[in-house]
Structures are given as structure tokens and as C-alpha cells.
């Protein structure tokens, strides 16, 4: 009985860790600016020195927004309006993307969320 239980049990420990090791490693990505450098650089033009907006520019206020606001509206800009912005307002980001992309200021929604909220949010 004694090694049934144990011939079960290494069978059992083998079958688990057999699978160890298999999952495919996540890819790394690397950008070449920080989310402060793409901000001053791309962003502040429109949205204000410190997220506050600029009505002229339609550039929303950024700065009274939860870090999970700020992450799903990066999401819809960065994937071409599929959350709540109107068609203008995505029309003239996608295309601002498209061009900062080209320019390597491209960058990680967490981290841009992240920087924004910590940097600018005035209702913490």
C-alpha cells in the first residue's frame, strides 16, 4: 500500500513539474523616452504644463482624473477610440499617435498613467 501511495504521489510530483519551465518567456519592451520626456515633449502643448488643460487647444484637464480614468483613457487613445471620447477628439489623437509614434514617442499606458497621476493629480 505503502508504495502505491508513494509511486502516486511521484507521479504526481513529475506530471506537475514536468510542466515547469514551458510558458514562453513575456517579450520586453523598451522605450526610448520616460513618460515625463514623452509628456513635456508631445502631450503639455495641449493638456497644460501640470495636466490642467487648455480649453483652446481642446486638450482636456487631466489632473482631476483617477489613475484608472488616466489608464483607460491612454487605452482609447492609444487604440483608436474605443471607449467614450467623440469621433473629433479621436480623429485628431489618432492621428497625433500615429505621428508621435514615428517620432519614438511611444510609451507604456501603466507608466503614463502612473507619471500623470503622481506628477499632476490635484484630488489625491
Do not use: R, W
Not at 502643448?45 to 489632473?63: D, I, T, Y
Not at 467614450?84 to 499606458?109: F, P, R, W
Request: charged letters at 25%; proline letters at 2%.
Amino acid at each position: 500500500m505503502k508504495k502505491i501511495i508513494l509511486a502516486l504521489f511521484a507521479g504526481t510530483a513529475l506530471l506537475f513539474l514536468s510542466g515547469c519551465g514551458d510558458k514562453p518567456k513575456a517579450e520586453v519592451v523598451t522605450y526610448k523616452y520616460t513618460p515625463a520626456e514623452v509628456y513635456k515633449a508631445t502631450c503639455s502643448h495641449c493638456h497644460g504644463e501640470k495636466g490642467e488643460g487648455m480649453a483652446e487647444k481642446k486638450g482636456p484637464a487631466l489632473n482631476k482624473k483617477t489613475l484608472q480614468e488616466l489608464e483607460m483613457e491612454l487605452f482609447d487613445v492609444k487604440n483608436g477610440g474605443l471607449g467614450q471620447s467623440t469621433a473629433t477628439e479621436h480623429e485628431v489623437m489618432e492621428h497625433n499617435m500615429k505621428k508621435l509614434s514615428e517620432k519614438g514617442y511611444t510609451y507604456d499606458i501603466k507608466a503614463m498613467a502612473k507619471y500623470l497621476f503622481d506628477s499632476f493629480n490635484i484630488i489625491k
